[in-house]
């Protein structure tokens, strides 16, 4: 018969045991797409409302592109910034700050008042929004064996197109007709706050965790390679990769072509199609779902790759070969003249985009350890937010002398260069070992 202490000791642990979340990174990655989905819904508002209170406040469309340049100038800086924040102090800190600042901006575009007023909100969006992506790239990396990782990728980056699905739906044909542009950016903010308390309750590092099980744990470790451990490498020996630059130039070339629908397919819809506000909502979400598809297509192709015997060095340049043939037809899209049409092949573009993304994003997991992948996956949306930045504020001014189709050309030719010149740098797809050589 057990004695007392042993009683007394299974009563205390049977608790613990079924406090246990079975399958826990698949919630964790469900809350990674939802705050992602949150992220887009704030940020392509800004393009949705603007079509509203653009002529209300007097604001060109010039002056809307230096407002689109001051959001991308603060989420270009803060990417880097926030890929070390969240190396130095964790996913729950990281995730945290980034949430309240863009939250607080979002909900600040209420009380607008002009372009000046309009561009720092912009700014703070940008400055908070930009610390998702490496945060997600890091938490993904830590909770995710390497043949899930491009799946769990996926998934967050769905998060993003169907922000994009919800968005024009919930802004532009429920929330603006019903509450107004300002109650709506109002609403649109506190949703991140909710979000916030979830993650708070849930979220915490997998060695720590107190509700992971051990089977769990132990089949995510087995899943990543022994040099997850190590310490993370400087910036000197990062920026010495060719690797790292091979990421850094892919975003910087391809990235542009997202920014560029984001930003301006609401007002692209306006001026070319002459869509309301109200049918621009009924419209625009399709492409973004296509974009949903693309994602957690892109990922299942890789990781089906991987499990059928290829290297992930062969996965992951098929799955990116083949997005960025896919992303000319924004070619096409530029010489079409009925609506549905020009949707179709935007939709073509948008597919391919993520089903590129949600690759080149797991590729510091796939080159570094853990502790560098905040770092490299910030460096990379640097990148890609000084490219973006500048050919937002290109398009104004070629939109306005050339018209939308040169603009939607320039970028069908960017996928396919991105292609080549991340093959050409990167080289074999495997991890790095950036472990200093002792000498003796």
Not at 122 to 135: H, I, K, M, Q, Y
Request: charged share 10%.
């Amino acid at each position: 018969m057990p004695s007392s202490s042993q009683l007394r000791e299974s009563s205390s642990l049977a608790p613990s045991r079924r406090s246990f979340i079975r399958g826990l990174r698949w919630y964790i990655l469900a809350l990674i797409f939802i705050v992602t989905c949150i992220n887009y819904i704030d940020r392509s508002s800004i393009g949705l409302l603007f079509t509203s209170f653009g002529a209300e406040l007097g604001i060109t469309r010039s002056q809307y592109g230096w407002v689109g340049a001051a959001l991308l100038l603060a989420y270009t800086i803060s990417q880097s910034v926030s890929g070390r924040i969240y190396d130095r102090f964790g996913s729950r800190v990281g995730f945290t700050l980034s949430v309240i600042v863009w939250c607080v901006a979002a909900m600040a575009h209420s009380a607008i008042a002009g372009v000046t007023s309009f561009a720092a909100a912009s700014f703070f969006l940008g400055l908070g929004e930009a610390g998702n992506w490496p945060g997600a790239a890091k938490v993904i990396a830590e909770w995710f064996p390497q043949r899930e990782r491009a799946l769990g990728m996926a998934v967050f980056n769905g998060g993003a197109s169907m922000g994009g699905v919800v968005g024009p739906l919930l802004v532009a044909t429920l929330l603006d007709p019903l509450l107004g542009w300002r109650k709506t950016f109002l609403v649109i903010g506190a949703a991140g706050f909710v979000w916030l308390a979830a993650w708070l309750a849930l979220y915490h590092p997998l060695a720590t965790h107190p509700r992971v099980s051990q089977e769990e744990k132990q089949y995510i470790e087995e899943g990543q390679t022994a040099r997850n451990a190590e310490p993370a490498p400087s910036l000197r020996v990062l920026l010495s990769c060719r690797q790292t630059w091979s990421i850094l130039v892919a975003r910087l070339v391809v990235d542009p072509i997202w920014w560029l629908y984001i930003l301006w397919l609401p007002t692209y819809l306006k001026d070319v199609h002459h869509l309301s506000l109200k049918d621009i909502g009924a419209f625009q979400w399709v492409p973004y779902l296509c974009a949903a598809v693309g994602s957690l297509f892109g990922g299942w192709l890789a990781g089906r790759l991987i499990a059928r015997g290829r290297t992930v060095n062969a996965a992951r340049k098929l799955t990116v070969g083949a997005a960025a043939l896919l992303m000319p037809f924004g070619i096409l899209a530029a010489h079409m003249h009925g609506t549905y049409a020009a949707l179709a092949c935007i939709s073509v573009v948008l597919f391919g985009f993520q089903m590129w993304i949600s690759n080149v994003q797991t590729l510091p997991s796939d080159f570094f350890a853990n502790s560098a992948v905040g770092t490299v996956a910030g460096m990379g949306g640097t990148a890609a937010g000084i490219s973006s930045l500048f050919f937002n504020l290109c398009t104004g001014w070629l939109v306005t002398h050339f018209g939308y189709g040169f603009v939607l050309t320039l970028a069908g030719l960017l996928g396919p260069i991105g292609a080549i010149l991340l093959f050409a740098l990167a080289g074999n797809i495997q991890r790095l070992d950036l472990t200093p050589t002792k000498t003796t």
